[in-house]
């Protein structure tokens, strides 16, 4: 599985992002889907996933009722449309992908894409 992810920029904070991660190769409606952010000097950490149906979905506490993750097989795409951004969320933001099992676990997923910047100003 190939994937890019695009939708990055800068934001107000207060302001909304939707980041895209387009997905090729394989089967996508088998994968699940993450999406993970890394900030300057920090590990990367798990902020939202969805089955390869979009029947589940997982967030981490700290994005949990500002962020929604969802995704198109019929585009191949996975989204993840941020709200009420606050300048902690800057970050290089990265999809992944993994076979069939939900997981936050970053070691768990098996493909990457190159990662998008958000920047959210003060």
């Known amino acids: 599985v190939q994937l890019q992810a695009s939708g990055g920029g800068l934001v107000q904070a207060g302001g909304s992002l939707r980041l895209s991660c387009a997905a090729s190769?394989?089967?996508?409606?088998?994968?699940?889907a993450g999406w993970f952010r890394q900030a300057p000097g920090k590990e990367r950490e798990f902020v939202a996933a969805?089955?390869?149906?979009?029947?589940?979905?997982t967030y981490s506490d700290s994005v949990k009722g500002r962020v929604t993750i969802s995704r198109d097989n019929a585009k191949n795409t996975v989204y993840l449309q941020m709200n009420s951004l606050k300048p902690e969320d800057t970050a290089v933001y990265y999809c992944?992908?993994?076979?069939?099992?939900?997981?936050?676990?970053?070691?768990?997923?098996?493909?990457w894409g190159q990662g998008t910047l958000v920047t959210v100003s003060s």
């Open positions: 992944a992908a993994r076979f069939r099992s939900m997981t936050t676990a970053r070691s768990d997923y098996d493909y």
């Open positions: 190769g394989r089967t996508f409606s088998e994968y699940v």
């Open positions: 969805i089955s390869g149906r979009g029947g589940t979905t």
